[in-house]
């Protein structure tokens, strides 16, 4: 059971470059999240998936776009990234969209735009 | 939204109890309180979570004040793995708003 993965680990990209995140969790759960930790700072949610199908803005959306593949997989897309968008990038799921269900988190993506 | 509030590092020895505190005291009746952590490098790994009710699972126990207005996360006896960032949140449904956190040090 590997639970959350992302890919990749680390990327380094030229401003206006674009990119994709990739996410997969293996735990059945309909709920995905993908979130931002500048240096120092807490984590902010930038989109949300709260079942197969259907996404949702977060807290700080603009910059990106996402995509339910299947239960399985979400995807995040830097279209024209910038220096802005540097910042690890993570990825969670959870069984359910409910305040009590607990969020698994994935190991991060390290993202560099010079 | 409701904000949380907690101090930005603690100390503590190894295997002595450890408190971390956090005020919320614009909570409403139906945010839960949850505690994440953070180990370097790591995503963030959830700890526990209540409503009003005190908790106790295997890695902590929640305090909860009668008001709600704040709470107190107990590590019963730290060592040197629980040396992380420690965030307190309030949540209603997805929306889990993570402040900076408390960075908890362990001494040996």
């Known amino acids: 059971n590997a639970g959350v993965t992302q890919t990749p680990k680390f990327q380094v990209l030229k401003t206006g470059q674009s990119m994709t995140l990739q996410c997969a969790q293996d735990m059945n759960h309909n709920s995905m999240y993908w979130y931002r930790q500048d240096p120092g700072m807490g984590l902010r949610l930038i989109y949300y998936?709260?079942?197969?199908?259907?996404?949702d803005k977060g807290e700080v959306p603009n910059g990106y776009n996402v995509s339910r593949l299947n239960k399985r997989e979400f995807s995040l897309r830097l279209e024209s990234a910038a220096p802005s968008q540097t910042s690890v990038y993570f990825c969670?799921?959870?069984?359910?969209?409910?305040?009590?269900?607990?969020?698994?988190f994935g190991p991060g993506t390290r993202l560099t735009v010079l | 939204d409701a904000k949380t509030t907690q101090p930005n590092s603690m100390e503590s020895n190894e295997e002595e109890p450890v408190h971390l505190p956090c005020n919320h005291s614009t909570i409403s009746g139906t945010d839960y309180i949850h505690w994440y952590r953070q180990l370097p490098s790591q995503g963030p790994e959830y700890v526990i979570h209540g409503l009003t009710s005190n908790v106790n699972n295997r890695m902590a126990s929640l305090a909860i004040a009668e008001d709600r207005k704040s709470s107190t996360l107990i590590l019963h006896r730290a060592t040197l793995r629980d040396a992380a960032v420690y965030y307190c949140i309030l949540r209603q449904n997805n929306d889990m708003r993570f402040g900076a956190g408390t960075r908890l040090t362990v001494k040996p």
């Open positions: 998936s709260a079942s197969e199908g259907t996404t």
């Open positions: 969670a799921s959870s069984v359910a969209p409910s305040g009590v269900e607990e969020q698994f």
